[in-house]
Nanobody
Framework: QVQLVESGGGLVQAGGSLKLSCAASGSIFTINAMGWYRQAPGKQRELVADITSGGTTSYGDSVKGRFSISRDNAKNTVYLQMSSLKPEDTAVYYC???????????????WGQGTQVTVSS
């Protein structure tokens, strides 16, 4: 059993900042890449950012230069610092992690339940 629990979403004005956190817990053997996707109403889920266990990052084009992803391997936690937020950043943000569990010796991608981010103009 494993959980990914997101926190930090909410309502913010355009130009503001928010920091999302996602903590993984449970029967974890190892965590490889972690990251964030988002889905706005009527749109497909899209990559926001991801980070490997070694710290290599990648970002979606729409957030480059404004968002920063990081992780704390000791805490099994990934963060997303969002700055210069725009109304078009409004979406449900989903954490994900590629993990091998102690009970399932194969890597799978696991997802959090999502956290709402709303940016007002």
């Amino acid at each position: 059993q494993v959980q990914l629990v997101e926190s930090g979403g909410g309502l913010v004005q355009a130009g503001g900042s928010l920091k999302l956190s996602c903590a993984a817990s449970g029967s974890i053997f190892t965590i490889n890449a972690m990251g964030w996707y988002r889905q706005a109403p009527g749109k497909q889920r899209e990559l926001v950012a991801d980070i490997t266990s070694g710290g290599t990052t990648s970002y979606g084009d729409s957030v480059k230069g404004r968002f920063s992803i990081s992780r704390d391997n000791a805490k099994n936690t990934v963060y997303l610092q969002m700055s210069s937020l725009k109304p078009e950043d409004t979406a449900v943000y989903y954490c994900n992690a590629w993990m091998v569990l102690t009970t399932i010796p194969k890597e799978y991608r696991y997802w959090g339940q999502g956290t709402q981010v709303t940016v007002s103009s």
